[in-house]
């Protein structure tokens, strides 16, 4: 290979690498970004190789078809939706994210991740209080499930954790739970990383507002004794 086509490779190579760079900073991003902003941020790069690698870029989003599209926008650029894809993400937006767990239904979680199978009488000695309401609600949220009833006098309901209890922790199965101080500090991280923006941008700026009400979830059976 000769010295012209290895730099021109090389070149190829630099600026597929700026692109991808360029994409993620516009994609983490939720307001439009100034060129002057982009400048500072990649260092070393010139206003003309910037400008060159956005246009670039801007066509590939638009030649490959992809459903999000590169936009200037208040004098900056953004990666936002296609405006035409506007129903499909509406009707997302009416998926409404599911509330926190409370503190008192963290603990009733942990209390059965630990200790299942478990019925609700056990639960309620370790925990001092009425549990019946953080069990529907841990039976609506599907994170726990009926596993079968304990043989003995009224044969009570025996409560277990679920596959999305698992997914939702991080967790490949029930061998991977941490110390529960440590359970109840990953589960408050865990919810700490739901998302809090109530909008979702669509094509030319937008907004749809989240929170709509969606379909209502199918009815959990009411917890036994």
Same mark, same amino acid.
């Given at each position: 290979?000769?010295?012209?086509?290895?730099?021109?490779?090389?070149?190829?190579?630099?600026?597929?690498?700026?692109?991808?760079?360029?994409?993620? /900073?516009?994609?983490?991003?939720?307001?439009?970004? *100034?060129?002057?902003?982009?400048?500072?941020?990649?260092? =070393?790069?010139?206003?003309?190789?910037?400008?060159?690698?956005?246009?670039?870029?801007?066509?590939?989003? &638009?030649?490959?078809?992809?459903?999000? %599209?590169?936009?200037?926008? #208040?004098?900056?650029?953004?990666?936002?939706?296609?405006?035409?894809?506007?129903?499909?993400?509406?009707?997302?937006?009416?998926?409404? #994210?599911? *509330?926190? /767990?409370?503190?008192?239904?963290?603990?009733?979680?942990?209390?059965? #991740? +630990?200790?299942?199978?478990?019925?609700?009488?056990?639960?309620? %000695?370790?925990?001092?209080?009425?549990?019946?309401?953080? /069990?529907? =609600?841990?039976?609506?949220?599907?994170?726990?499930?009926?596993?079968?009833?304990?043989?003995?006098? @009224?044969? *009570?309901?025996? +409560? @277990?954790? =679920?596959?999305?209890?698992?997914?939702?922790?991080?967790?490949?199965?029930?061998? %991977?739970?941490?110390?529960?101080?440590?359970?109840?500090?990953? @589960?408050?991280?865990? %919810?700490?990383?739901?998302?809090?923006? &109530?909008?979702?941008?669509?094509?030319?700026?937008? =907004?749809?507002?989240?929170?709509? *009400?969606?379909?209502?979830? &199918?009815?959990?059976?009411?917890?036994?004794?």
């Amino acid at each position: 290979m000769g010295e012209g086509e290895e730099s021109a490779r090389q070149q190829a190579l630099e600026e597929r690498e700026l692109k991808a760079v360029l994409e993620s /900073l516009l994609f983490v991003s939720a307001e439009p970004i *100034p060129l002057e902003r982009l400048m500072v941020a990649l260092g =070393t790069v010139s206003k003309s190789e910037l400008r060159h690698a956005l246009q670039s870029l801007r066509e590939d989003f &638009d030649r490959e078809g992809r459903g999000l %599209q590169m936009v200037e926008l #208040a004098g900056g650029y953004q990666i936002v939706t296609r405006a035409e894809h506007a129903p499909w993400i509406k009707r997302l937006a009416k998926a409404k #994210a599911s *509330p926190k /767990l409370s503190r008192s239904a963290m603990e009733s979680l942990a209390i059965i #991740a +630990y200790k299942q199978p478990i019925v609700r009488a056990e639960i309620e %000695q370790i925990r001092g209080v009425e549990v019946s309401g953080v /069990l529907r =609600t841990l039976l609506e949220r599907k994170l726990i499930r009926m596993v079968g009833r304990k043989d003995v006098p @009224g044969r *009570p309901i025996m +409560y @277990g954790s =679920t596959k999305l209890f698992l997914q939702q922790f991080g967790l490949s199965d029930l061998s %991977q739970l941490p110390p529960l101080r440590e359970f109840k500090e990953l @589960g408050e991280a865990e %919810q700490a990383m739901l998302p809090v923006e &109530d909008g979702l941008r669509i094509g030319e700026h937008e =907004t749809v507002a989240a929170g709509s *009400p969606g379909e209502p979830p &199918d009815a959990a059976p009411s917890p036994e004794s």
